[in-house]
């Protein structure tokens, strides 16, 4: 079973910036896909960005250019700098993680995460 490990988040103003991190306990020799969902009240759970083991890269059309990713392969762990910080962006973001490799539309598609964190507050305030 992998554990993801959240760090980061908490209140910021409009316009201002948080970094969370989420480090995996790994099987030896594992490499994850691994991505951040958020959750706001009374929303669905959306895709925000993501790394797959293919390499690949991708944003929410509403973070691209405000946040990045990035994703240390031989730590099993995952980086969101957030910049530009919005109320919009007030939710729960969730750590999330797969062994598998990713096609299509993945970001999109939270059942294909095996493995999911607790989630840290983010809070924006106008």
């Known amino acids: 079973q992998v554990q993801l490990m959240e760090s980061g988040g908490g209140s910021v103003q409009a316009g201002g910036s948080l970094r969370l991190s989420c480090a995996a306990s790994k099987l030896p020799d594992t490499q994850y896909s691994m991505a951040w969902f958020r959750q706001a009240p009374g929303k669905e759970r959306e895709g925000v960005a993501g790394i797959s083991i293919n390499g690949e890269t991708r944003y929410a059309d509403s973070v691209k250019g405000r946040f990045t990713a990035s994703k240390d392969n031989a730590e099993s762990t995952l980086t969101l700098q957030m910049n530009s910080l919005a109320p919009e962006d007030t939710a729960m973001y969730y750590c999330?993680?797969?062994?598998?490799?990713?096609?299509?539309?993945?970001?999109?598609?939270?059942?294909?995460?095996?493995?999911w964190g607790q989630g840290v507050q983010v809070t924006v305030s106008s």
């Open positions: 999330a993680a797969t062994d598998s490799r990713l096609f299509g539309p993945w970001l999109d598609k939270a059942a294909l995460f095996d493995f």
